[in-house]
Structure formats: structure tokens, C-alpha cells
Nanobody, 122 residues
């Protein structure tokens, strides 16, 4: 019940916004996040947001990417600015439950979207 949209191809320095529709925001301790996996690489955490609105970001995207959710809490967003070629990857949204909601820990995440491709050309 998660699905990403908004992926595509953009030139270096450009912007994209990913969206993820979900109906799984009901739990008191929900945790939402964005992960990515480059071709031939491992899946890595990009950003998270928890039920208190606390966000975490990997240093690779800090200052360039912003994770947010809409007021109705039905859509998760990832605004990506100043994109670089090494941001090229398949991006996944994820949701789960847990007090420890951090980009470096996949443990809270139980549900994953199918992924959206983001390609940044130089």
C-alpha cells in the first residue's frame, strides 16, 4: 500500500520531488523514511520523519533534501535539490512503527514501496 511517484531524469544541479501515498500513518509511533539503492550498491537510508515530526538525514543529502508529510498525513514527500550524479538510484519509501526512527536503521520499517528511479546526468 505504498507507492512512489515523481522520479525521472534531471541534469546535475536540478530538482525533483518524490511523493509516496500511504494509509499507514495511524499508529501512535509511526516512522516514515526514504531509502535508495544505486545499481550494484546496497540499500542506504536517506531521510526519516517520525510521529513527532523529528527528521534525520544522511550527511550525503543534508542541506539538499527535505523530508516532509502533508497535513492530512496521507502523503510523504522528499524534495531533492542540487541533485548530483551520485544521487542516481532507485528511491524507496518505507513505513513502520518504532520509537527509534533514524536514517541508519531499517529496523522500524515493515512496509516498502516498489521504488522510483531517479537519474541525474552530468
Amino acid at each position: 500500500h505504498l507507492r512512489e511517484s515523481g522520479g525521472g531524469s534531471v541534469e546535475s544541479g536540478g530538482s525533483l520531488r518524490l511523493s509516496c501515498s500511504t494509509s499507514n500513518y495511524n499508529h501512535e509511533f509511526y516512522c516514515l523514511g526514504w531509502w535508495r539503492q544505486a545499481q550494484g550498491g546496497e540499500r542506504e537510508g536517506v531521510a526519516t520523519i517520525d510521529h513527532n515530526g523529528v527528521t534525520t538525514y544522511t550527511d550525503f543529502v543534508k542541506g539538499r533534501f527535505t523530508v516532509a508529510q502533508d497535513n492530512a498525513k496521507t502523503t510523504l514527500y522528499l524534495q531533492m535539490n542540487s541533485l548530483q550524479p551520485n544521487d542516481t538510484a532507485t528511491y524507496y519509501c518505507a513505513s513502520g512503527v518504532g520509537n527509534y526512527c533514524r536514517y541508519w536503521s531499517p529496523l522500524p520499517f515493515s512496509w516498502w514501496g516498489p521504488g522510483a528511479q531517479v537519474t541525474v546526468t552530468s
